[in-house]
């Protein structure tokens, strides 16, 4: 429940691992992570599926139409992308830091035609190598297409009622205007609701040792306290303070 977000590369890391379809597909695999990542819930594997669009040379595209994509999957329009999730236009180039990719590319233009998909340094902004195709995928956690956020909105006045002060979240999400910490209400961008990590990665065993299992206990108590501070200073003061969501929307149940 804190304001702060992680990383854009911590995101887009986990985003490679939960997008990869080597691993969801194959049916013997070991994931390793931590007790964290463990009690936390995931978005439905059905919700996420199916939204790439693939970028192929020589082939022509609409270049206003793409930047209307990108906008309307939640990537930032950047004077230069520095991380992932951003993109930049100028003239017939287009730079793109796809979510899950290690590194940024550069579309070259001629008219409607891609003439070339070339990797790029974000600090020197110097293009180098290329390749003939690029999968453009939308983030996941929370995603920020028009769609998820009107979702959200309802969602947010369904549990909390209308709200009128412009500097909550809600309103600022409505501007599609991305807050820091916005992950924590991340099960009201989603139609269904969040599952777990067992059965978003199919996992028949669990192994982990005594010392894991109670940490894993004590995290949920940890946050299950740190949710009642904050319902009781959202009931204190409804108008300006953001309403916290349940913690069985997010996390593990004890």
Request: aromatic residues 12%.
């Amino acid at each position: 429940y804190s304001y702060t977000s992680p990383s854009k590369r911590n995101i887009s890391d986990r985003f490679k691992i939960l997008i990869n379809s080597n691993i969801l597909n194959t049916k013997h695999k070991i994931i390793i992570t931590s007790y964290k990542a463990l009690v936390a819930l995931l978005p439905d594997r059905d919700e996420i599926e199916n939204n790439n669009y693939i970028l192929k040379c020589n082939n022509n595209y609409n270049t206003n139409e793409l930047i209307s994509y990108l906008v309307n999957k939640g990537y930032n329009n950047a004077s230069l992308v520095l991380e992932p999730n951003e993109f930049s236009s100028r003239g017939g180039i287009i730079d793109i830091w796809p979510v899950g990719e290690n590194k940024p590319y550069r579309l070259d233009f001629f008219g409607n035609s891609l003439e070339s998909i070339k990797e790029f340094d974000p600090i020197s902004q110097i293009s180098k190598g290329g390749i003939k195709k690029l999968i453009i995928s939308q983030n996941i956690e929370p995603p920020f297409t028009k769609e998820s956020v009107h979702i959200f909105i309802a969602k947010y006045r369904d549990l909390f009622g209308a709200v009128t002060n412009k500097k909550l979240l809600v309103n600022k999400v409505k501007n599609f205007i991305k807050p820091d910490g916005i992950e924590h209400w991340m099960p009201l961008f989603y139609k269904k609701k969040l599952i777990t990590i067992f059965d978003y990665f199919k996992i028949d065993t669990i192994i982990f040792n005594n010392q894991s299992l109670s940490a894993a206990y004590e995290y949920i108590d940890e946050i299950n306290s740190i949710y009642e501070d904050e319902a009781n200073s959202y009931n204190l003061d409804l108008d300006n303070v953001n309403g916290p969501i349940n913690t069985n929307l997010l996390y593990l149940e004890r």
